[in-house]
């Protein structure tokens, strides 16, 4: 996941003052998931991230930060901490074609857009701007 920083997880655990085991158990995912974002061995899923982010009464931009001007569409995604299912199917638009615009290769219509945009929270310049970012990576560059 991009921007992910174990770093701020672990902080955002202590200042919880809650203990691997504790967060484990209250957001309802194994201590071994944890303890692999924690040393950097893994990069969480979103959904996963998001169940930890709500235990520790943090949003998910305490965790993960990318700069809003290198943002890819799948940035804005995960910082309302949605799966691309989950996005596609609140505003309408298929996991595929969700796909394909966070990766640069689907033509963003006005109508998507628009629907995309009143899920994520976000103007439809930010949108576009962030789906030019992913047409315009270098090539082996991910979305």
Same mark, same amino acid.
């Given at each position: 996941?991009?921007?992910?920083?174990?770093? #701020?997880?672990?902080?955002a655990r202590q200042v919880a003052?809650?203990? #691997?085991?504790?967060?484990?158990?209250?957001? /309802?995912?194994?201590?071994?998931?944890? *303890?692999?974002?924690?040393?950097?061995?893994?990069?969480?899923?979103?959904?996963?991230?998001? =169940?930890?982010?709500?235990?520790?009464?943090?949003?998910?931009? /305490?965790?993960?930060?990318?700069?809003?001007? /290198?943002?890819?569409?799948?940035?804005?995604?995960?910082?309302?901490?949605?799966?691309?299912?989950?996005?596609? =199917?609140?505003?309408?638009?298929?996991?595929?074609?969700?796909?394909?615009?966070?990766?640069?290769?689907?033509?963003?219509?006005?109508?998507?857009?628009?629907?995309?945009?009143?899920?994520?929270?976000?103007?439809?310049?930010?949108?576009?701007? *962030?789906? =030019?970012?992913?047409?315009?990576?270098?090539?082996?560059?991910?979305?």
């Amino acid at each position: 996941m991009r921007g992910f920083d174990p770093r #701020r997880l672990v902080l955002a655990r202590q200042v919880a003052g809650m203990s #691997r085991g504790d967060l484990a158990r209250v957001a /309802d995912i194994s201590t071994a998931t944890l *303890a692999r974002w924690e040393t950097s061995a893994r990069s969480p899923q979103i959904d996963v991230l998001a =169940k930890v982010a709500q235990a520790l009464d943090v949003q998910i931009a /305490d965790l993960v930060s990318v700069p809003e001007r /290198d943002r890819f569409p799948g940035d804005w995604r995960i910082l309302v901490g949605l799966t691309q299912p989950e996005l596609g =199917k609140r505003a309408g638009v298929s996991t595929a074609m969700v796909g394909a615009i966070e990766r640069g290769e689907a033509r963003l219509a006005d109508e998507v857009a628009t629907r995309l945009c009143s899920v994520l929270g976000i103007s439809t310049d930010e949108l576009r701007a *962030a789906h =030019k970012r992913a047409r315009d990576r270098e090539p082996g560059t991910p979305a």
